[in-house]
């Protein structure tokens, strides 16, 4: 059993200490029915009055209601206690991926977590509830009715338990074959989710390239194998019931045998008979259950092993032990000798680079050069390979990280809104809605004209990633977002590609005035939107290849000015040497 | 945050005879398979009910008489019986999941295959987790419904049938004692059934919640840890989740009192016989070995009700997932193919537009603010369930191998023009002609097929680098993939990747750069091919100029003879083109070449006088000062 369950199932000991009581103690009793049964036949065998019979009846009757108290509470505290984890174990996976660093969210698949999440965390709380309940109840009920059965007649219990040794090796041969089947159907079932997932979310790429055909094809193939996958569980986890179905029968059989021969023989009583009888009835359901249960265990410990692998990825971005508690100041950052690379490719060389508190610098650069990676650096998205990134002085590293990211106002290269109101998206970042900074973050980025156009204006509630705006709108509200939270560190990642030229304009004018006492780090192509920057950086392969204000970098003739004259319209050229 | 996606609160009844044929029209197919399966179920049963009898006849004929071959040879035919279940009863289980098997297979196809047919609309309405919903939980229910439904339903009837019957042909007296009890378990299992389908429900449309939110979450993680929202929105879900948990502790309520209660009522059936019966034993009215066997069946006869009370509740939840996939596949296409298509196997691409207005479908709102949408003056009346006119009375005309661009402010409508040429949707007036034909007449694939399209939001799948470019079709060779790369320039950045071509891409392509998945993107519309009409929307927006400068001389060598529109915001990128629209507002404001344009004094001069303007008077200093 994967330790992690254990420790959560040890949480609730309690409930399953007192459901387990519950449960021995029904079980108990209802092995006094076939007694009551036994005296019965026995009595009425030898003509006994009615009176007898009807207090038979009113035991019989009066056992029962006690099971029926002690069952209910047995049920409901384990299955309560069942739902219990399986909300803890929920509540801690997303506490757990909340921990992730982005890196891993790159190389997982959304569908993947998903089904983890949902599917396997359901089987788990299977085998936990029902499956730890009846597995319990089911050896407990079998314990008792051999204990009572050997004090009646050692020789025939033991003629009927030779059917055990055939149950155990039926467990031990099939349940690993379950768990193992049933692990590659998981497997397969987070494949086509994740395939799903892909396919509804890109729907658009879908259509446009007319791959619709393609997509049912392959989803068809995925579920081919799924099927195939799940045929050879079925094979085995089928034969688990009727198997059990057999072995009860098997043990009837030899009762029937072997008991009528001591009933004619006078060893024991033909109500004793009938009391074995009624002990393998009772252990006739738990037993075939117990099939059912080993299937819905292996099932459970197999999803349990598939969670416990997200579980074991540990967050790489945390907080340091000395990590401390920092009120931003300044919002100087610094770069000494910073170096990153991906799975051994270098993506940025011996960085350095101090932008003062205030000052607004610009990263420019040739698609792949590593723009987006050195900003990422800051809220620490990424860790450094080599050398140090540091805030007011300290290695970001060894800041807290809640603390940090608190005074960065963060626009990425891809914008994400979620799908709620327009007004909750730009409050986002905010500790508390307050509409009047929600209206001015709108205002500064631009988008407030946009939002006086919508019906239900920032109450307009957006698609899942804002697919009801137009691409510029949604940029625009990214950045509204991170203005609101009045940040220290402004970051612009990109984040004015799709928007236009004189939108541009009256956004970088509104930012200059909320800039002027916030440090910034703006990424572009165009030099519209990078020439009034306090310093431009030209990042190239990694490296920084030039850095100096708009003219500086002009004289030098250098890749920023042959960038400037590529932006250029040709015939704009032309056009100016005619007009001078 | 909240959930603002309208939730499923269909749950449906538990038997909707409408849905129950509905869904057996998917079991057909297999119905001889499934013939089968109830007829072995019907022997298993059988098997399972001589068994009482034979213990019936070894007590009164062989037991009571000393007959101890007699007890022998009846153990042996037991046990032959026993035999025949087991094999039977694998036998039927293993048909009856394999055809479980293939209707889900049937029914998830068929789903999947209507989603792909589905609009754009429908996906901006339908959050991507409600839709992995259908796909995989709803499904399953109707697999269980099939597989432990459908058939053992069968079975139980039959087997509580096989009781009674055997209970009354052995001694209908005592048969009716014993079924004294029968209208408190029928009170019972009513309630139980009442009780449980109110807890299906509420549990049903919780989990669609926790999937919705954590599909958003998961997908969004990254922002959420940028903008520290990991307590609050932590606190979000433990409130969906812990919502979630109390619906189940209410079902386990009626659950735990349940089940006992059933073996509550057998043992009080027991206690009748015993009391009755046990007097017409000592009356020597029956015999001993029958009031044996009654109290065998007594305690057979519940399970089958148990299990057809469980059943019930599945039946229940399947009847509330059919509805919802139905639902689904009930869809209308809203954006369908005509009755009679006109084929289209090669294009001149030639595009027009006449007098198109468009609204989008309105987004769903949870609270209803009551702002109703004002129609403008000179406008015509919005359609239903649309909030505002995005394109006012659009009309242009792309005349073939001309190529045009489209400039104007953000949000002006610009990607709604190119979503009407491909028909991700269509306009509520006028008509979108390619070809001197209405769009609306040609198949959708046909079109879309002749149309290279670089959208806006690049979507990369996970799978590698030649597949995202080449996607499903085949005939792209390798070569034709590289050719592509070379063409946007992202051949170089591919070759130095690890795999090259081959280098797995993750979801969404998320360990490349933005340039260089909108450099893939771009690949795949040009590997595509499309003889004629090539359609960017801002396809280098996140391009650095100079590997821009390189795709677009490539271009002007293929757009020759080619039918462009192009949408940017960067003017360098359009200097090429024949001609420009400037849309402002959903209005074309202006139209003509750069010059023309530059002349008017309009919307455009200034666009590109902010671009230009200021450089243009810094230009000459520097250059002469360094010179
Ligand atoms: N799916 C949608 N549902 C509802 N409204 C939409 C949808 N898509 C776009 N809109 C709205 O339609 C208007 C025009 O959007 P469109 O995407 O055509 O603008 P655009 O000119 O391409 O802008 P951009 O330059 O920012 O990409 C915007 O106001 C936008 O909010
Ligand atoms: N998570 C990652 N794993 C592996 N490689 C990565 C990852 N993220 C980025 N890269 C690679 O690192 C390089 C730099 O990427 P980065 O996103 O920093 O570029 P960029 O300068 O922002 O480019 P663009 O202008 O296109 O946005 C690219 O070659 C990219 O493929
Ligand atoms: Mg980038």
């Known amino acids: 059993m994967s330790p992690r369950l254990l420790s959560y199932i040890l949480r609730h000991r309690r409930s399953y200490l007192i459901g387990f009581l519950l449960g021995v103690l029904s079980s108990v009793l209802l092995m006094l029915d076939p007694v009551v049964l036994r005296l019965a036949v026995d009595s009425i065998g030898g003509r006994i009055g009615p009176r007898v019979l009807l207090g038979y009846a009113g035991l019989l009757v009066a056992i029962h209601l006690a099971v029926w108290g002690l069952r209910y509470y047995w049920r409901l505290i384990i299955l309560g206690a069942s739902r219990r984890i399986e909300y803890e174990i929920r509540n801690d996976y997303f506490a757990h991926l909340q921990r992730m660093h982005l890196a891993y969210f790159q190389h997982t698949r959304t569908g993947d977590l998903m089904t983890r999440a949902v599917s396997d965390l359901n089987t788990v709380q299977r085998s936990a509830g029902p499956g730890i309940m009846h597995f319990f109840g089911t050896i407990v009920s079998s314990i008792i009715a051999i204990g009572f059965m050997l004090s009646i007649d050692a020789r025939l219990t033991l003629f009927m338990l030779i059917t055990l ?338 939108t541009e304009e009256q956004i970088l004018t509104r930012l200059r005035t909320v800039l002027a006492t916030r440090t910034a780090i703006v990424i572009s192509h165009r030099i519209s939107t990078v020439r009034y920057a306090d310093q431009i950086v030209v990042l190239d392969d990694g490296r920084i290849v030039e850095r100096g204000t708009h003219d500086e970098l002009l004289a030098r003739r250098g890749l920023y000015a042959d960038l400037y004259d590529k932006q250029l319209l040709e015939e704009e050229l032309e056009e100016a040497d005619v007009d001078s | 945050m909240s959930t603002h996606f309208q939730e499923d609160e269909i749950l449906g009844k538990a038997y909707d005879a409408r849905l129950m044929r509905r869904l057996l029209r998917y079991v057909r197919p297999y119905r001889a398979v499934v013939l ?204 969906l989740n812990r919502d979630h948990l109390g619906s189940h502790l209410q079902a386990i309520r009626s659950f735990a009192l349940f089940f006992p209660s059933v073996g509550f009522i057998s043992a009080v059936a027991t206690a009748l016989l015993i009391w009755y019966g046990g007097g017409q034993v000592v009356q020597n009215a029956v015999t001993l070995g029958v009031l044996v066997a009654f109290i065998q069946y007594t305690e057979r006869f519940f399970r089958p009700v148990q299990d057809l009370a469980e059943k019930y509740n599945i039946l229940q939840s399947a009847m509330a997932s059919s509805e919802r996939i139905f639902r689904i596949l009930d869809e209308p296409l809203s954006v369908a193919d005509s009755v009679d298509p006109v084929p289209l196997a090669r294009v001149r691409g030639e595009v027009e537009f006449s007098d198109v207005w468009f609204a989008y479908p309105a987004a769903e709102h949870a609270g209803g603010d009551g702002a109703t949408p004002r129609p403008r003056t000179g406008e015509p009346p919005l359609p239903d369930g649309t909030d505002e006119w995005v394109l006012k009375g659009v009309s242009f005309h792309i005349r073939a191998g001309e190529s045009v661009a489209f400039v104007g402010h953000t949000g002006a409508g610009k990607t709604s023009i190119i979503n009407l040429i491909t028909r991700f949707y269509d306009p509520q007036r006028g008509q979108v002609q390619v070809d001197g034909v209405d769009v609306r007449r040609y198949p959708q694939r046909d079109l879309r097929r002749h ?75 040009i590997s595509h091919n499309p003889e004629i009409l090539l359609v960017l929307d801002e396809a280098t927006s996140s391009v650095d100029t100079e590997t821009e400068i390189l795709i677009q001389d490539a271009l002007t060598k293929v757009l020759r003879g080619r039918t462009s529109s192009i949408i940017a915001h960067r003017l360098s990128t359009i200097q090429n083109v024949d001609r420009i629209i400037v849309i402002h507002k959903g209005r074309i404001v202006e139209a003509g070449t750069h010059r023309e344009l530059l002349a008017r004094g309009g919307i455009y001069t200034k666009l590109y006088q902010l671009q230009y303007r200021d450089q243009e008077l810094r230009i000459p200093k520097p250059v002469a000062g360094a010179e």
Do not use: C
């Not at chain 2, 058939?151 to 009354?168: E, K, N, S």
């Open chain 1, 165 to 502: 040794p055939l149950v155990s090796v039926t467990f031990i041969v099939l349940g690993p074959m379950i768990h193992r089947r049933y692990e590659s159907v998981q497997d397969q079932f987070s494949t086509i989710s994740a395939k799903a997932q892909e396919n509804f979310s890109g729907i658009r790429v879908v259509k446009a390239f007319a791959q619709e055909p393609y997509e049912i094809d392959e989803f068809a193939r995925l579920n081919t194998e799924y099927i195939r996958r799940n045929l050879s569980v079925i094979k085995v986890d089928g034969a688990l019931w009727p198997l059990m179905m057999f072995f009860i029968g098997l043990s009837s059989m030899v009762l029937l045998w072997q008991g009528g021969q001591a009933v004619i023989t006078g060893r024991i009583t033909l109500g004793q008979f009938v009391q074995f009888n009624g002990y393998l009835a009772l252990l006739a359901w738990p037993m075939i259950a117990l099939g059912w249960v080993v299937n819905l265990m292996q099932r459970g410990l197999a999803s349990m092993k598939r969670l416990d692998e997200v579980f074991a990825q540990k967050p790489k971005i945390v907080d340091a032990p000395d990590a401390r508690p920092l009120a931003m100041a300044t919002g100087e950052i610094e770069f000494r000798g910073v170096s990153v690379a991906y799975n051994g490719a270098r993506v940025l060389q011996d960085i350095h680079l101090r932008i003062p508190a205030g000052a607004t610098v610009a990263i420019v650069g040739p698609t792949g050069a590593g723009k987006s990676t050195l900003v990422g650096l800051i809220p620490r998205l990424f860790d450094v390979t080599q050398g140090e990134v540091r805030i007011d002085g300290v290695d970001v590293r060894r800041w807290r990280l809640a603390d940090l990211r608190r005074h960065i106002g963060f626009v990425p290269q891809d914008t994400f809104l979620f799908s709620d109101t327009l007004r909750e998206n730009i409050a986002y970042g905010m500790e508390t809605t307050d509409g009047h900074r929600v209206e001015e973050a709108a205002e500064i980025s631009r988008l407030a004209a946009d939002v006086a156009d919508f019906p239900h204006r920032y109450d307009t509630v957006l698609g899942e990633r804002g697919v009801t705006l137009s691409g510029g709108q949604r940029q625009r509200a990214a950045i509204a977002r991170a203005v609101a939270r009045d940040p220290r560190i402004l970051i612009l990642d990109d984040a004015l590609s799709s928007v236009d030229t004189s």
């Open chain 2, 36 to 239: 089968v399966s109830v007829l072995l179920l019907l022997l298993a049963a059988a098997a399972d009910l001589v068994g009482p009898y034979f213990v019936k006849v070894a007590i009164d004929r062989y037991i009571r008489t000393g007959d101890l071959g007699g007890v022998a040879r009846i153990s042996v035919f037991y046990l032959l019986t026993l035999l025949a279940g087991v094999t039977v009863r694998y036998g039927q289980n293993y048909i009856t999941q394999s055809v479980g098997q293939r209707v889900m297979y049937d029914l998830r196809m068929e789903l999947f295959t209507h989603l792909q047919r589905l609009a754009v609309a429908f996906y901006t309405r339908n959050p991507v987790g409600r839709l992995m919903t259908r796909i995989t939980n709803d499904i399953d229910a109707l697999y269980e419904m099939v597989t432990s439904g459908v058939v053992t339903v069968f079975g139980d009837f039959f087997m509580l049938a096989g009781i009674i019957v055997a209970m009354l042909l052995l001694n209908w007296r005592l048969a009716l004692v014993a079924f004294v009890v029968v209208p408190a378990l029928v009170g019972m299992t009513v309630w139980f059934s009442v009780r449980s389908r109110e807890s299906y429900r509420a549990i049903r449309i919780r989990i669609a919640r926790i999937n919705t939110y954590l599909n958003e979450n998961i997908m969004g993680m990254p922002i959420a840890q940028l903008f520290n929202r990991e307590r609050r929105n932590f606190a979000r879900f433990d409130e």
């Open chain 2, 451 to 525: 149309v290279g399209l670089v959208l806006q939001d690049v979507f990369l799948f996970s799978g590698t680098i030649a597949s995202n470019i080449r996607l499903g079709n085949t005939e792209i060779s390798d070569e034709e993939v590289a050719r592509a790369a070379e063409f946007v320039n992202a051949h170089r950045f591919i070759e130095r990747l690890p795999n090259g071509y081959a280098t797995e891409v993750t979801e969404r392509g998320s360990t490349l750069s933005a340039g260089q998945r909108q450099l893939i993107a771009f690949a795949r519309a």
